[in-house]
Structure formats: structure tokens, C-alpha cells
């Protein structure tokens, strides 16, 4: 079953960042996406994971279908080269494509490895995927074993102890800056995923002297009153950043959000921008001014933790047990090649049963027949049970496709119709 399931992958590993932002989706893209693939295309199992560090789409065809989802990804992303887009995906085919899913979630693909917040990311994809009923049988059973994952991981490992995310690293280098400032000013902008947990961050970290603002004012102040922050409307953007000492910027934005324009350049002694979107919301010449730093994601993940140490002494148990939940996973997707065959099976001797109860029960009691139905019903369930442990145990051998054709043969199994299996 898991032969057919695909994933197209554009990660950090392999792809700068000035590449990654022109392929990244926001939620409103990855919906869009979607609903393209779902009325043109006869995939399924369709998830779409869009973050800072990579874009990747999952995906289950029979056909060989990722030129077909390139394209519409190129068409989503306004890129006309399809050579191009193509030559910076990378296909996985397989359990290489479910191994990768359950490491990304997992965190270990992640720049910083660990990271807590890819989690709840794929997650939201899920959730997303599963809203809009693409979500088959394989994908369901495949988020929840890696979700089960998760939590033996966070059980059994001190791989999860610590904080080493992006936001952390965010907030542990403003707290090194503003050591050297005089009443430090940060603000930050854009109070999504990222930016709350960076506000988050700087409270644990006792920086108390923070600005908040979003393009949603509400956002903005809830976690301006989580910890205790001041908030101010994004409409005062420009003076804001005139007079703050590190400015953090999570704005999801095509376009850079700060530019030159935005900056009084005169007179600038220091400013330090954090810009930890993707695609940049901080323009990139804004570094030559005087005075002004800019550090991108990928800057940021190039500074390491005594966490980020732990965990990466805690990878090889953290492998093992995917790798014994990816084998699980494997028996049930062998299982369920055989599931079909089953079903039919005791659609066939249902069929038999009910057949000959028609036949002579017509003059027994209603306590008669109850007690037959009954009696019957016990005696198919037991004559199910061998051919059904007999499939699977085939299934793992790799010969189920001979005892599948017998019981096809003795059943005239072909004439029944397949019914839906749950889990």
C-alpha cells in the first residue's frame, strides 16, 4: 500500500534560502494548492508542509504524478521556468517518503534538531488536508502512528528536554545584544506561530522592555497580555523601528515588509534586526546601512545549544523507535492489501448464510430463529478466522497474491462488491 505514496521535497539541507522563500506557501497558497489537486488531479493522501526550512507535498498516485503537481505548484508560485522547479525538488518514493514524513515531524530534518515547532506545523497540515477530505486510510494511519511516535519519543528520551527552536535561539540572542545596551527597546512584529513563541521566549528569558504589533490588532494583544507586554498598532510600524534597538520580524509577506524607505538612515548607531521569515521581510540591503545587522534564519540556526547538544546524543534512540514504528506501520499497510479479500470473503459466507436461513426457517419461532441466527453467525466468525490469519501471515511472507486468487477462485470473490474498512 505504501508503494504509491510520494513526497516532493525542497529543504534547507539542499536548497539556500534565496531559493526556498520563491516556493514558500502560506496557509492561504497551501489551500489553494490544494483545491487544485483535488479537482484536477485523481491524487490522494495530499499534504502540504510549507515552512521556513523546506516545501514539501505528500501524496499517493498509482501514476507517476509529481510533473503534474510541479505544475501546479509552479503555477501557484508565478514560475514560469518548469525545468527549474523540478530540478530543485527532490522525489521519495515509498517508505523512503514515509521515513522522511516521520523524521520532519519528528524534528530531526529540522536546521535545529528538535525543533518543537515543527510539530504542531505538520500538525496544521494535516488538519488541513484532512478538513478538505484528502486525508485516505494511509495518510490517517500514518500521522497517528507518527503522532504515537512523538509522544514515546517525548516519554523514553530526553530528546524533547530543553528548548533549542528557532524562537528560542530568537531570544537568546537578543538577551546576549541588549547586555550591551543601555535601556533596550525591542519590538516584535507579527505574532503568528513563530512570533508568539518568541514573545514567549524573551518573557522566560526576563526581558521585560518588549513592543508587540500585528496587522491583526487581536493577536497582538493577547500575547502582549500573556507576558505582560506593551502593544502597539501596526499603523506606527515606521517609528517603531526608528527607535528600537532589535526588531524581530515573523511577518508572512511576499514583498519585504521593511525597507529602506522605512528607516531614517541618519543618525542610526546600532539596530539589529531578527527577520525569521520566509520569504524575508527584512530587505537585504537594509544591512549595508551603518550601524544595522540583519540576522536570517539561516544565521540563526548556525548557533547551537547545550539542548541542542543533548539532543543530538538522544538521535539514536530517538531512530530507533521510528524505525520500529515505521516497521508496524509497514505490517498494517501490507494488512491492508489483504483487507479487500477479507471483506468479500465474509460479504460471500454472509451471503451463504443468509441464503439457506431463508430457506428453512420459516417455521420456527421467533426464539428459534433468534438462537439459529445466533449459532450461525458464531460459526462464520470462526470459519473466517483461519483464512483471515492465514492472508495476513502471507502478507509477510510476500506470497499473499496466490492464496488472494484461491479463495477468489473457491468464493467467486470478483462478483462482490469491496465495502469501507475502518482505521
Wanted: charged share 30%.
Amino acid at each position: 500500500m505504501t508503494e504509491n505514496f510520494k513526497s516532493l521535497i525542497l529543504t534547507h539541507k539542499d536548497v539556500p534560502l534565496q531559493i526556498r522563500e520563491k516556493f514558500a506557501l502560506n496557509e492561504q497558497e497551501s489551500n489553494a494548492l490544494l483545491n487544485q489537486l483535488q479537482e484536477y488531479t485523481d491524487l490522494n493522501d495530499l499534504l502540504i508542509l510549507s515552512t521556513c526550512n523546506r516545501t514539501e507535498i505528500y501524496f499517493s498516485s498509482e501514476k507517476s504524478s509529481e510533473i503534474d503537481v510541479l505544475k501546479f505548484l509552479a503555477i501557484a508560485k508565478s514560475i514560469n521556468n518548469k525545468e527549474i522547479i523540478q530540478n530543485y525538488f527532490k522525489l521519495l518514493k515509498g517508505k523512503d517518503a514515509v521515513r522522511h514524513l516521520f523524521r520532519v515531524s519528528l524534528g530531526l530534518e529540522s536546521s535545529v534538531v528538535g525543533d518543537m515547532q515543527i510539530s504542531n506545523q505538520v500538525k496544521k497540515a494535516y488538519q488541513q488536508s484532512a478538513d478538505k477530505d484528502l486525508s485516505g486510510p494511509l495518510l490517517h494511519r500514518l500521522m497517528h502512528t507518527i503522532f504515537y511516535t512523538h509522544k514515546k519519543v517525548v516519554q523514553e528520551t530526553p530528546f524533547r528536554d530543553g528548548s533549542a527552536s528557532i524562537s528560542y535561539l530568537a531570544a537568546d540572542l537578543t538577551a546576549d545584544i541588549i547586555k550591551k545596551i543601555v535601556d533596550p527597546r525591542v519590538v516584535v512584529i507579527g505574532t503568528g506561530m513563530m512570533g508568539s513563541d518568541v514573545c514567549r521566549n524573551l518573557r522566560d528569558h526576563g526581558i521585560d522592555d518588549v513592543t508587540v504589533m500585528n496587522r491583526t490588532p487581536a493577536k497582538a494583544l493577547a500575547i502582549a497580555e500573556e507576558c505582560d507586554f506593551a502593544y502597539i498598532p501596526f499603523s506606527k510600524l515606521q517609528n517603531t523601528i526608528q527607535t528600537a534597538d532589535v526588531i524581530i520580524s515573523s511577518v508572512n509577506k511576499e514583498e519585504p515588509l521593511i525597507d529602506r524607505n522605512i528607516l531614517n538612515e541618519n543618525g542610526i548607531s546600532h539596530k539589529i534586526f531578527l527577520d525569521l521569515s520566509v520569504p524575508r521581510s527584512v530587505e537585504k540591503s537594509i544591512s549595508n546601512i551603518p550601524g544595522v545587522i540583519v540576522y536570517n534564519v539561516d544565521e540563526l540556526e548556525s548557533k547551537a545549544s547545550e539542548a541542542l547538544t543533548k539532543r543530538l546524543e538522544a538521535v539514536p534512540l530517538v531512530e530507533k523507535i521510528i524505525e520500529d514504528n515505521i516497521s508496524d506501520f509497514e505490517e498494517w499497510s501490507k494488512e491492508m492489501i489483504v483487507s479487500p479479500t477479507i471483506n468479500k470473503l465474509k460479504t460471500a459466507l454472509e451471503e451463504i448464510r443468509r441464503n439457506e436461513l431463508a430457506r428453512h426457517l420459516k417455521n420456527l419461532s421467533e426464539n428459534e430463529k433468534e438462537l439459529v441466527d445466533k449459532v450461525t453467525k458464531n460459526l462464520m466468525q470462526k470459519i473466517i478466522k483461519l483464512p483471515a490469519l492465514e492472508l495476513k501471515a502471507a502478507c509477510k511472507r510476500g506470497d499473499a497474491e496466490n492464496l488472494i486468487e484461491v479463495l477468489n477462485d473457491l468464493f467467486d470473490l470478483e462478483k462482490q462488491k469491496d465495502t469501507p474498512q475502518k482505521g
